[in-house]
């Protein structure tokens, strides 16, 4: 068997395998030596075949698909720390905080906040400079976009974040995608 025709064979058996599998299990099943496996998990980790190594075998680690939703909210500068647990609390991952301007468009600013300690730590930097809330350039309207492991999680957030008054309408002028060049 051809060398791209058994790695394309070993990462189907790793896809379909629920537990590790063994380079000896590998070698035995494609009828070559436990060194050409080896090899051959080196040649497809190098293609960028993310294959994890353990003490029981090769294993293919899926990259966890993440959903991300734009909330637009509304509220003071007091409820930001609020909000912002809001979002880590029920299982949110806060990307950034972003305003859209009718002059200058989307201003986007990365916060990658994903615990009540990120969000204190965010906090503890406001409190510490002279600097506003970027929300404060548009009469305290903005968005977050916010990741999560599935799309339940996301309803659940829009859900509490409605509860408690944060949510915002989208108003006529405001673009639907706001990542949309042009």
């Known amino acids: 068997m051809e060398r791209e025709e058994r790695e394309k064979r070993i990462l189907e058996y790793l896809r379909t395998s629920r537990t590790p599998v063994s ?16 090899q051959d ?14 003490n029981n075998g090769y294993l293919l680690q899926k990259e966890q698909e993440r959903n991300s939703r ?5 509220h003071s500068d007091e409820q930001t ?20 301007h009718k002059v200058y468009g989307v201003v986007r600013a ?22 506003s809330l970027l929300k404060n350039v548009t009469s305290g309207y903005h968005y977050h976009t916010v990741e999560a492991d599935d799309k339940r999680t996301l309803d659940l957030i829009q859900e509490e ?7 915002a ?4 002028y405001e673009p639907v995608d706001f990542w949309k060049e042009g």
Request: avoid cysteine; hydrophobic fraction near 45%; aromatic fraction near 8%.
């Open 41 to 54: 998990i080196a040649i497809l980790r190098a293609n960028g075949e993310n294959i994890l190594s353990t």
């Open 81 to 100: 720390e609020e909000e912002l647990n809001l979002f880590v609390d029920l299982g949110g991952l806060v990307e950034d905080v972003f305003v859209y």
């Open 161 to 167: 974040l409605g509860k408690k008054g944060f949510l």
């Open 23 to 38: 380079g000896t299990a590998l070698a035995k099943n494609m009828q070559v030596s436990r060194q050409v496996i080896v």
């Open 169 to 172: 309408a989208l108003q006529d």
């Open 110 to 131: 990365g916060l990658h906040l994903k615990s009540r300690k990120d969000v204190r730590e965010y906090m503890e930097k406001l409190k510490e400079g002279k600097s």
């Open 70 to 74: 734009v909330f637009k909210v509304y």
